[in-house]
């Protein structure tokens, strides 16, 4: 008599195969989901203490902002506002993929950017933003080479109508400033981790532009489509810290949803722009 032997059939097997397969794919996403949410937090966590570094700072000089960058494009605000942290890692995204460094002279590559937004008032170009660019009275007493052509340098924290709704530092990646063909988001030289927002012209020249909800043109990359030069790798969410201390992730074209304001009223739903009262 034939003993017959228990065991899978061709079919069986392939069901079962098809089933792990199928949740491993699930598993894998739900992975790579929590890793992201977990680098998204750091991020956060950077940001805070970037806040409380400029917080610091502003303590220490009479209430005023460190300087986006000087009047000659050097010592830009993470070389400044590094004592109060005392790390480099801090000014460094986890989902910033690039650490390289360009040129050996230009300081650590960085992640993140501060609010130097520049417009014009009615009058002249000044300082709408929260850290200047070194470009008005004191570059000029200072004999800078890069010459003067804004009405204000510097910023107090009283000026800062609504610092809970006003932003001081924002995302913009080193490897996405490389990849627009610049040397990169560098601490030390030229407007790194600066966003200012001059005029349209720079924005094919350098990654400096503030984020512009009016443009509807899906297909245009960083530092030129509705995010400006402001990197959104969490989700398609970036993360920013406002003048009050709290950090929050919003998609970037939402804090500026009708471009500059470019007039002597700001307007009321631009975040960049520390007149509103």
């Not at 989901?33 to 991020?43: L, T, V």
């Amino acid at each position: 008599m034939k003993v017959r032997k228990n065991g899978f059939t061709l079919i069986e097997l392939l069901v079962v195969i098809a089933i792990i397969a199928i949740l491993a794919a699930i598993l894998f996403h739900v992975f790579a989901q929590a890793r992201e949410k977990a680098r998204a937090i750091s991020c956060v966590s950077n940001m805070k203490q970037l806040g409380t570094a400029v917080a610091m700072y502003v303590q220490d000089y009479d209430e005023t902002f460190p300087m986006g960058t000087d009047c000659n494009w050097n010592y830009n605000w993470p070389f400044t506002t590094q004592p109060y942290v005392k790390s480099y890692d801090v000014f460094r995204c986890p989902d910033d993929g690039d650490k390289s460094m360009g040129v050996t002279w230009a300081g650590v590559p960085v992640s993140y950017t501060c609010n130097a937004v520049i417009a014009w008032n009615g009058s002249a170009n000044a300082t709408i933003g929260v850290m200047a660019m070194e470009q008005g009275p004191s570059a000029a007493a200072k004999n800078c080479t890069s010459g003067v052509w804004l009405s204000n340098d510097s910023v107090g924290l009283a000026s800062v109508g609504r610092p809970a709704e006003t932003i001081l530092l924002g995302e913009k990646h080193n490897s996405e400033v490389r990849q627009a063909g610049e040397t990169g988001n560098l601490s030390w030289g030229w407007t790194g981790p600066v966003t200012v927002g001059i005029q349209p012209g720079w924005r094919f020249s350098a990654a400096v532009e503030p984020p512009d909800g009016r443009i509807t043109d899906l297909t245009l990359k960083f530092p030129l489509g509705r995010n400006g030069a402001i990197s959104a790798k969490h989700s398609e969410m970036s993360n920013f810290a406002f003048c009050d201390g709290h950090v929050k992730p919003m998609p970037p074209y939402r804090t500026r949803p009708r471009g500059d304001s470019n007039a002597a009223t700001p307007f009321d739903d631009d975040l960049w722009d520390s007149r509103r009262q």
